[in-house]
Nanobody, 118 residues
Framework: QVQLVESGGGLVQAGGSLRLSCAAS????????MGWFRQAPGKEREWLGS????????VYADSVKGRFTISRDYSKNTVYLQMNSLKPEDTAIYYC???????????WGQGTQVTVSS
């Protein structure tokens, strides 16, 4: 199994920035793809982007492209989500998840709340 723990959420004003962290432990060699998601109240979970273990290739949803950046520190088994130019509509619980690369995310963190005030 893979254990994931997110941190870094909080309250920020519109236009501000936050960096979320996702620390992985356990069978991390099986986490070939790490993804970030969010879920706002009353809305479906939204995929934001992902990063591969090999070469650190990233891909993003159009809704956050250019504002959010995913990176990973292999030495710390940690993935980051840098969020810039935050908007009130970015308010949500943010989750990281791991996939073995089969298109399915098998392990999830507990989530961290991000609130953007206008």
């Amino acid at each position: 199994q893979v254990q994931l723990v997110e941190s870094g959420g909080g309250l920020v004003q519109a236009g501000g920035s936050l960096r979320l962290s996702c620390a992985a432990s356990g069978r991390t060699f099986s986490a070939s793809v790490m993804g970030w998601f969010r879920q706002a109240p009353g809305k479906e979970r939204e995929w934001l982007g992902s990063i591969t273990e090999n070469f650190g290739r990233t891909v993003y949803a159009d809704s956050v492209k250019g504002r959010f950046t995913i990176s990973r520190d292999y030495s710390k088994n940690t993935v980051y989500l840098q969020m810039n130019s935050l908007k009130p509509e970015d308010t949500a619980i943010y989750y990281c998840a791991s996939s073995s690369g089969n298109g399915r995310y098998d392990y999830w963190g507990q989530g961290t709340q991000v609130t953007v005030s206008s």
